[in-house]
């Protein structure tokens, strides 16, 4: 349907730009913009770039519905910040240091794909008294920081306080790499980090959550498989604000 509606002149999104590009590069036989390759990355872009996203979300809410005291102050701090006339914005996020604790908190708590993806060395590497030759594919294993006691007092415990200063502000850490770490992290972080926020703030400032089981009995231990963790299937009530 792109090809037989494709004006180079006016490029409509990713695939037609992409196919304006293969003509280019037609006659280049070394070339990597070939259908192939047009497919595999629209397909990673449905999978990477709304998967996490979704995942993410959903293991969220689950986690606030068993913490209502945390959604509650996600709520003050919307009331006062945006309010309910206008959507959120991602200039908001830097007036809103509990919320964006509270997103960094799910993303280092979930631990959502815990060895990263696979890299590989480029050239002899000596780490520490150890020998990794080029070539080799290692996995980043995320956990080890994510969840570092020297940075994350309690780490198994849920707690936006991590990201917080002690006068309420918000705290950066080195060790909050859930996009995995190196020069090769996720190529849509920025757009995940964006996603997640607006989506949050955009939920709990229309509704308020509601579990169907009293939140002590919630069980956000994560699925896990080799690949990434999940939360158990749930339902929830969502009531309007």
Known sequence: M???SLDPNFPRDFIDAFLIKMEEERQNGQSDFNVGSLVRSTVELFIAGTGTTSIT???????LLKYPEIEEKVHEEIDRVIGRSQSPCMVDRSQMPYTDAVVHEIQRYINLVPLGLPHAVTKDVHLKEYLIPKGTTIFPALKSVLYDRREFPNPEQFNPGHFLDENGAFKKSDFFMPFSAGKRICVGEGLARMELFLLLTTILQNFTLKPLVD???IDITPVTTFVSNAPKSY????LPR
């Open 2 to 4: 792109h090809k037989k």
């Open 57 to 63: 979300m959903k293991f969220g809410l689950l986690i």
């Open 215 to 217: 939140p002590k009995d």
């Open 235 to 238: 339902q929830l009530c969502v």
